[in-house]
């Protein structure tokens, strides 16, 4: 998708944009974003790790860091990819409530991530925290689109099954072309772009599915 993963907003206090967004789609951005400070500030001191220390590891600045920490910004689905790597954490325990026994998602209470541009969605299929090991995506690309996403986790493997539409895959210098009912597995730890070449929205499941620890 031309626009980056870092541009995705997730959540935040700032000012709605109300014309984007109905009144529950903020409700639940505000959630989520005081769920992304509050599982960050325990990350991070649970392992020990300052500001600075995160900073480092990350590539994120102190000052975005702390920012986020305190609820003061609308952290971008590109710096929790960041911060997650540094602190050598699955994506979805940022955005998480710790869960135990069985956990349900309904469809409706599924925080949709949206780029800026609004051309892509993505909605968790599974409770945040079920598994440490794998992450269940839809993806929603709109027409003649692409997204770009930096390298994961060391170890990340991605699963993506194309449901409708077209998906062309760029891995370094690798371009696979799949439609629908095809799928593709890679190394999720180098740089990678989603690509929809047709005239028609395209719909994936994506699977992110970390290296066992």
Do not use: C
């Amino acid at each position: 998708m031309a626009s980056r993963k870092s541009e995705a907003v997730v959540g935040g206090p700032g000012k709605a944009r109300r014309s984007a967004v109905t009144q529950g789609d903020e409700v639940g951005a505000a959630e989520l974003g005081r769920r992304v400070a509050e599982n960050l500030k325990r990350r991070r001191k649970g392992r020990g790790m300052s500001l600075d220390e995160l900073a480092h590891a990350s590539g994120v600045s102190r000052a975005a860091l702390s920012q986020i920490e305190t609820f003061k910004s609308n952290p971008t689905v590109g710096l929790l990819w960041k911060i997650a790597v540094g602190l050598g954490v699955p994506f979805t325990e940022l955005l998480g409530e710790p869960t135990k026994g069985i956990s349900v998602l309904r469809r409706g209470d599924a925080q949709v991530l949206r780029s800026t541009d609004g051309k892509l969605e993505s909605r968790p299929l599974a409770p945040a925290g079920s598994s440490p090991i794998v992450e269940l995506y839809e993806l929603r690309l709109s027409a003649r689109s692409a997204h770009s996403s930096e390298a994961h986790t060391a170890g990340t493997q991605e699963l993506v099954v194309v449901l409708a539409g077209a998906l062309r895959l760029r891995v370094d210098a690798e371009v696979h072309d799949l439609g629908p009912g095809d799928s593709v597995s890679f190394a999720a730890d180098r740089p990678h772009t989603y690509e929809n070449p047709g005239a028609s929205e395209a719909r994936y499941h994506n699977a992110v599915i970390y290296e066992r620890v």
